[in-house]
């Protein structure tokens, strides 16, 4: 059993020193939502007319998007412009693509009519592009779309999760806080584990408290980033979700958890927090980022599952301008998602160079001996020696080295994720020499649709994950929080193409100069055909199943899909 590291403490709320509106919605009390219908009598003959023609109008619909109507269906779609394909000069008359194309540019026209499509309660992505013409064989391989082998969201639980769902999802006594710290993605991680947490103490979860990021200085809460209705509607039956504390709980202290052991188990947590919440009514968990383990019993993966790809839907504006943007990268043709981790703070942090020379390397440097608390992990190790071992991200050359190997075309259009580059745009000349079309939100985005996010990194970060999540190919330049979100995304939704760079294992070969390009080439895809087909989840300690949903919250022949 694992033991605690750390302490607790009495402390009073205010000392959370979350955003400095965030602990304000432990004292309001929502207002009750109230909704106004109204009705008016029609004539028949107005009625038969209504009728026709929302019968027409659905058969259309069905027709066109025949593919769209569940979230577990695997999404694959020919779109092509009314001329011609986007990648073959061949002209294509098809009155069934103008219908599509037609359609989309209507949306886009129409800011106000823009809404995320959903299968159920999840995001459904854009389809998939059928790229053809005078294509390589090379080419061909790179664009094509993993099988699914018949995988599709499975989130049935079983018979005693349910029965339990019943009195924990209408609980009053015991009451879960969580304070979630870093960008985005990592508090995505940490709110998924604070429904599991909640379901495991069969308490209800407060919304989470969004701690400022102190790198990013971003001060965004909960209701900003996310749909907080949707939240609590989708997780209704497995947690009581509540804005606020009650009053008959709000005291001048609680008890606040600031460690806890990575990995804990949920016999560790029930064992450590169950009777301290029976007596407190409160537990506040502070740190929580990674501690549970990624291996747990089949009904709390799935809870994880539900949560990540279902419950925790953005806010209305980000998702309005996430879709205006991908619908404008898509209606162009097929396009790939690279995030690229180029940022100052991510040199800093990894102990890498920058591929930019000696003299942006030296600022790294020196911020690193005068901020040494920055740089994660395996500090005595040499930069050879933390990039040979796939620690560092791939910078705009490698990028673009590995990009040119898998088969990626020179007129490939490409989405650049992530935030501002260090170096700005010398940071992105080595791959912008040989893939010139690169695309990122402020070029896509028109006067001030971005205006209302420029204060938050999160919403940004975001809105790049919407776009990369439409994409027909994503690939990040290294792990982190975003790539594996998406990498599992992208498979629980069709298993759309995710390709992860093979670092520690490529990287040899890029040093090798005696490898001709054809050889490097035959090298380099063989190191990642795992993109081509779903990859079941090793149970391994960082193993995530939001990042490997295959086979807990995916199965081929399951009598149940959410």
Same mark, same amino acid.
Request: proline share 7%.
């Given at each position: 059993?694992?033991?605690?590291?750390?302490?607790?403490?009495?402390?009073?709320?205010?000392?959370?020193?979350?955003?400095?509106?965030?602990?304000?919605?432990?004292?309001?009390?929502?207002?009750?939502?109230?909704?106004?219908? #109204?009705?008016?009598?029609?004539?028949?003959?107005?009625?038969?007319?209504?009728?026709?023609?929302?019968?027409?109008?659905?058969?259309?619909?069905?027709?066109?998007?025949?593919?769209?109507?569940?979230?577990?269906?695997?999404?694959?779609?020919?779109?092509?412009?009314?001329?011609?394909?986007?990648?073959?000069?061949?002209?294509?008359?098809?009155?069934?693509?103008?219908?599509?194309?037609?359609?989309?540019?209507?949306?886009?026209?129409?800011?106000?009519?823009?809404?995320?499509?959903?299968?159920?309660?999840?995001?459904?992505?854009?389809?998939?592009?059928?790229?053809?013409?005078?294509?390589?064989?090379?080419?061909?391989?790179?664009?094509?779309?993993?099988?699914?082998?018949?995988?599709?969201?499975?989130?049935?639980?079983?018979?005693?999760?349910?029965?339990?769902?019943?009195?924990?999802?209408?609980?009053?006594?015991?009451?879960?806080?969580?304070?979630?710290?870093?960008?985005?993605?990592?508090?995505?991680?940490?709110?998924?584990?604070?429904?599991?947490?909640?379901?495991?103490?069969?308490?209800?979860?407060?919304?989470?408290?969004?701690?400022?990021?102190?790198?990013?200085?971003?001060?965004?809460?909960?209701?900003?980033?996310?749909?907080?209705?949707?939240?609590?509607?989708?997780?209704?039956?497995?947690?009581?979700?509540?804005?606020?504390?009650?009053? #008959?709980?709000?005291?001048?202290?609680?008890?606040?958890?600031?460690?806890?052991?990575?990995?804990?188990?949920?016999?560790?947590?029930?064992?450590?927090?169950?009777?301290?919440?029976?007596?407190?009514?409160?537990?506040?968990?502070?740190?929580?980022?990674?501690?549970?383990?990624?291996?747990?019993?089949?009904?709390?993966?799935?809870?994880?599952?539900?949560?990540?790809?279902?419950?925790?839907?953005?806010?209305?504006?980000?998702?309005?301008?996430?879709?205006?943007?991908?619908?404008?990268?898509?209606?162009?043709?097929?396009?790939?998602?690279?995030?690229?981790?180029?940022?100052?703070?991510?040199?800093?942090?990894?102990?890498?160079?920058?591929?930019?020379?000696?003299?942006?390397?030296?600022?790294?440097?020196?911020?690193?001996?005068?901020?040494?608390?920055?740089?994660?992990?395996?500090?005595?190790?040499?930069?050879?020696?933390?990039?040979?071992?796939?620690?560092?991200?791939?910078?705009?050359?490698?990028?673009?080295?590995?990009?040119?190997?898998?088969?990626?075309?020179?007129?490939?259009?490409?989405?650049?994720?992530?935030?501002?580059?260090?170096?700005?745009?010398?940071?992105?000349?080595?791959?912008?020499?040989?893939?010139?079309?690169?695309?990122?939100?402020?070029?896509?985005?028109?006067?001030?649709?971005?205006?209302?996010?420029?204060?938050?990194?999160?919403?940004?970060?975001?809105?790049?994950?919407?776009?990369?999540?439409?994409?027909?190919?994503?690939?990040?330049?290294?792990?982190?929080?975003?790539?594996?979100?998406?990498?599992?995304?992208?498979?629980?939704?069709?298993?759309?193409?995710?390709?992860?760079?093979?670092?520690?294992?490529?990287?040899?070969?890029?040093?090798?100069?005696?490898? #001709?390009?054809?050889?490097?080439?035959?090298?380099?895809?063989?190191?990642?055909?795992?993109?081509?087909?779903?990859?079941?989840?090793?149970?391994?300690?960082?193993?995530?199943?939001?990042?490997?949903?295959?086979?807990?919250?995916?199965?081929?022949?399951? #009598?149940?899909?959410?």
């Amino acid at each position: 059993m694992a033991r605690p590291s750390g302490r607790i403490i009495k402390n009073p709320f205010m000392s959370l020193t979350p955003s400095p509106r965030s602990l304000t919605q432990f004292f309001s009390v929502s207002p009750p939502l109230t909704s106004l219908f #109204s009705s008016k009598k029609t004539s028949p003959s107005l009625s038969i007319f209504i009728l026709s023609f929302l019968f027409s109008f659905t058969f259309l619909g069905i027709s066109i998007f025949r593919f769209f109507p569940s979230s577990q269906d695997s999404i694959h779609c020919s779109i092509i412009s009314p001329t011609t394909s986007p990648i073959s000069s061949h002209p294509l008359p098809s009155s069934y693509s103008q219908i599509i194309l037609t359609s989309l540019l209507s949306g886009i026209n129409s800011d106000n009519k823009i809404q995320p499509r959903v299968g159920g309660t999840a995001m459904v992505p854009l389809p998939v592009h059928l790229v053809s013409g005078n294509l390589s064989e090379e080419e061909t391989e790179f664009w094509k779309q993993p099988d699914s082998n018949g995988y599709r969201p499975c989130l049935d639980s079983t018979v005693g999760y349910r029965k339990r769902s019943g009195k924990i999802s209408k609980e009053k006594n015991r009451f879960l806080v969580v304070v979630a710290a870093g960008g985005l993605n990592q508090q995505k991680n940490q709110i998924i584990d604070a429904v599991v947490i909640a379901r495991i103490l069969e308490a209800a979860l407060v919304l989470p408290v969004l701690q400022v990021n102190m790198i990013w200085e971003d001060e965004s809460e909960f209701p900003d980033i996310f749909d907080v209705e949707h939240f609590k509607k989708t997780l209704r039956a497995d947690v009581r979700v509540v804005s606020s504390l009650p009053s #008959s709980h709000l005291v001048a202290k609680q008890t606040i958890v600031t460690q806890i052991p990575y990995g804990v188990s949920p016999f560790w947590i029930r064992a450590k927090f169950f009777k301290q919440l029976n007596q407190e009514g409160v537990l506040v968990l502070k740190g929580l980022d990674s501690k549970l383990s990624k291996n747990l019993p089949s009904d709390l993966q799935k809870l994880r599952c539900k949560v990540a790809f279902h419950a925790l839907r953005f806010s209305k504006p980000i998702l309005q301008v996430g879709n205006q943007l991908a619908r404008r990268m898509w209606i162009e043709g097929p396009y790939i998602s690279l995030h690229l981790r180029l940022e100052k703070d991510v040199w800093v942090r990894t102990g890498c160079r920058t591929g930019l020379g000696p003299e942006y390397d030296q600022i790294i440097t020196q911020i690193q001996k005068t901020q040494p608390q920055y740089l994660t992990g395996r500090v005595n190790m040499s930069y050879s020696q933390r990039r040979l071992s796939g620690l560092c991200p791939l910078n705009a050359f490698e990028m673009a080295r590995l990009l040119k190997a898998l088969g990626a075309p020179q007129s490939g259009r490409f989405y650049i994720a992530g935030g501002e580059p260090f170096g700005g745009s010398k940071a992105l000349e080595p791959l912008a020499a040989v893939f010139p079309n690169l695309v990122r939100k402020e070029m896509l985005a028109r006067d001030g649709e971005l205006s209302p996010f420029l204060n938050s990194s999160s919403a940004l970060s975001a809105i790049d994950y919407i776009v990369s999540f439409n994409s027909d190919i994503f690939i990040p330049s290294h792990g982190g929080n975003m790539g594996r979100a998406l990498q599992g995304h992208r498979a629980y939704m069709g298993h759309r193409k995710s390709i992860r760079p093979n670092k520690r294992t490529m990287l040899p070969f890029f040093e090798d100069s005696s490898i #001709s390009d054809e050889e490097f080439s035959s090298i380099i895809r063989s190191l990642h055909n795992k993109s081509m087909k779903p990859e079941p989840r090793k149970k391994q300690r960082d193993n995530d199943v939001i990042a490997y949903p295959v086979p807990e919250c995916m199965c081929r022949h399951g #009598s149940g899909s959410f």
